[in-house]
């Protein structure tokens, strides 16, 4: 006696396949190069430019005054930063019965996308700006780029050289009276096999759930706060050998600026159909729209550690 089973002979057209309704999570980075900027907006009609300026330090006397006799006067020296804000953004049409018959509510999903775009957007940008800083410390003995190769990792002893180099600097911390290192996940994997950065969260730190070595999240350390994310700048084939390098940023407060103009902030927007390019009503288009710039203010409060991993050095 034959068995029908499920998509075997006059059962085959019954053999559908189930779609969940609820659409899997979008791999996105996160994205923090711009949560720690000075923030500033440009007013409507206010152009398109922004100048911050800074009176530089007045020295310090320590001659005696010359009794009767006034000293020479002393002038102050202004610096000037300027930038200029642009705008960015992404779109895409979508037909009327995509959007009335699709299985999935694309115009949602597209919304929520095209915000998560924009925040990705912001936060490249910044990298960008401040990767392109010029205090930079070279990791182990390397004097530039090209010399950073195998076994020239991010450790404790770096991180220590450049919060270092932000207080002889006199940079002040940023929140919570902390510093802000911003690092990949590849440069996480190196820093958590340094032994001395094991030490310091065993003995310093109480044992248990919240402990590092358990989270896996490094959290303060060195009176600095750490930050991870897949965004960090990498140099593909710029080291020694062809090495990847990487840049760890390590920056105090007013080490940089976010601006964006005070009319024109982010947008994220559809339009319904109509028009004379669409007669019959057949599309919508989503999108978004945001005006942006970045600026390093002060390059003696950010440092960036250039250095290799143990996942991406090359052969």
């Known amino acids: 006696m034959a068995t029908e089973q499920l998509g075997v002979g006059g059962l085959t057209p019954q053999a559908k396949t189930f779609y969940e309704r609820q659409l899997l999570m979008r791999v996105r980075a996160n994205t923090p190069h711009a949560s720690y900027g000075l923030m500033k907006r440009i007013p409507r009609r206010g152009g398109r430019s922004i100048e911050f300026r800074r009176m530089e330090p007045i020295a310090a006397t320590t001659t005696a005054l010359t009794e009767g006799t006034p000293p020479t006067e002393t002038q102050g020296t202004f610096v000037t930063v300027t930038a200029t804000v642009n705008q960015y953004g992404l779109w895409a049409r979508i037909s009327d019965v995509a959007d009335a018959q699709s299985f999935d509510a694309i115009v949602p999903e597209y919304m929520r996308n095209f915000e998560e775009a924009a925040a990705d957007s912001v936060d490249l940008l910044t990298r960008n700006t401040l990767t392109a800083g010029t205090n930079v410390q070279y990791a182990s003995t390397a004097g530039s780029r090209g ?169």
Request: hydrophobic letters at 40%; aromatic letters at 8%.
């Open 147 to 315: 010399q950073v190769g195998s076994g020239m990792l991010l450790t404790l002893a770096e991180i220590r050289e450049a919060l270092g180099t932000l207080k002889r600097n006199n940079a002040k911390p940023l929140v919570d009276n902390r510093y802000i290192v911003i690092l990949h996940p590849d440069s996480w994997v190196d820093f958590f096999a340094d032994a001395n950065v094991v030490n310091a969260f065993l003995y310093s730190k109480e044992r248990g759930e919240n402990n590092p070595m358990t989270t896996g999240v490094i959290g303060d350390l060195l009176g600095a706060r750490f930050v991870e994310t897949s965004n960090a700048r990498i140099f593909s084939s710029l080291g020694l050998s062809g090495a990847d390098v990487y840049a760890t940023l390590v920056c105090g407060r007013e080490a940089y600026g976010v601006i964006d103009y005070a009319s024109m902030g982010l947008e994220v927007f559809q339009e319904g159909p109509g028009g004379v390019t669409d007669p019959l009503h057949q599309v919508r288009t989503i999108g978004f729209k945001l005006s942006h710039a970045s600026v390093i203010l002060n390059d003696n409060f950010l440092v960036r550690i250039e250095h290799v991993t143990t996942r991406k050095q090359a052969a």
